[in-house]
C-alpha cells in the first residue's frame, strides 16, 4: 500500500469538499476545483478528513492510489493558499510587461510575444521578474513552463527565461582548454 496514499488530508475551516460518484469537488476562500476520479480509487470523508482508499488491489489501481491523494491534497492547498511559481528574464534588454491578461516578452527577437494569461491564472511583472499565480497546481506549472519555452536559458552566458532559483550550468567558450 502506498504511503502517500495512506496520508489523510486534513479539511481545514472554510473548505467544503463534495463527492458525487467519481467527482470530488472542493470549495474554499480563493475558489473551486474539481477532480475526476479513477473508479478503482474510493474517497470518503470522515471526521473533517478526506481518505483516499484502493477499492480493487490490482497493480494499476496501486499505482494510482498515491497521485489521487496528492491530486486532492494539492486542490484542498490551492482553494486556501494558492501556488506560485516564479520566473527570472536574464540578458540586456530582455523585459517583460503585463497588458492587461496578456504578458509582452520582449526577448531579443525582431517582434515582441504576446502571450494571454489563461482562465484562472493571476501574474504579476516587475520588469525581470515574472510571478505566476493561481489555485490549480498543475495550470500554474504549465503557464510558467510555457512562458520559459519563449527563451529557455542557454548553456554559454545563461541569457533566456529561467525558475527563479534555477542553476544553470555553463559550458566553456571557444578557448575551453587550457594553454
Keep these: 500500500m502506498s504511503r502517500i496514499g495512506r496520508r489523510p488530508i486534513p479539511i481545514p475551516k472554510g473548505v467544503e469538499v463534495k463527492i458525487d460518484g467519481n467527482l ?16 478503482d480509487i474510493g474517497v470518503k470523508i470522515e471526521d473533517s478528513i478526506i481518505r483516499v482508499f484502493v477499492k480493487n488491489q490490482t497493480k494499476k489501481s496501486k499505482a494510482l492510489h ?11 492547498k490551492g482553494v486556501t493558499e494558492g501556488f506560485k511559481k516564479a520566473l527570472e528574464i536574464v540578458g540586456v534588454g530582455y523585459r517583460a510587461e503585463l497588458k492587461g491578461r496578456t504578458i509582452v516578452l520582449h526577448l ?12 484562472g491564472i493571476d501574474a504579476q511583472v516587475d520588469r525581470n521578474k515574472i510571478v ?9 506549472g504549465e503557464v510558467a513552463a510555457k512562458i520559459r519555452r519563449f527563451r529557455p536559458p542557454e548553456p554559454y552566458k545563461g541569457k533566456g527565461i529561467r525558475y527563479e532559483g534555477e542553476v544553470i550550468i555553463k559550458k566553456a567558450g571557444k578557448g575551453g582548454g587550457a594553454k
Excluded at 498515491?66 to 484542498?76: E, H, K, P, Q, Y
Excluded at 531579443?108 to 482562465?119: H, V, W
Design 66 to 76: 498515491g497521485l489521487f491523494n496528492s491530486l486532492i491534497w494539492n486542490m484542498v
Design 108 to 119: 531579443g527577437y525582431s517582434n515582441p510575444i504576446n502571450f494571454e494569461l489563461p482562465a
Design 24 to 39: 470530488v469537488t472542493v470549495k474554499g476562500p480563493k475558489g473551486e476545483l474539481k477532480q475526476e476520479i479513477h473508479p
Design 132 to 140: 505566476v499565480m493561481g489555485i490549480d497546481k498543475q495550470l500554474v
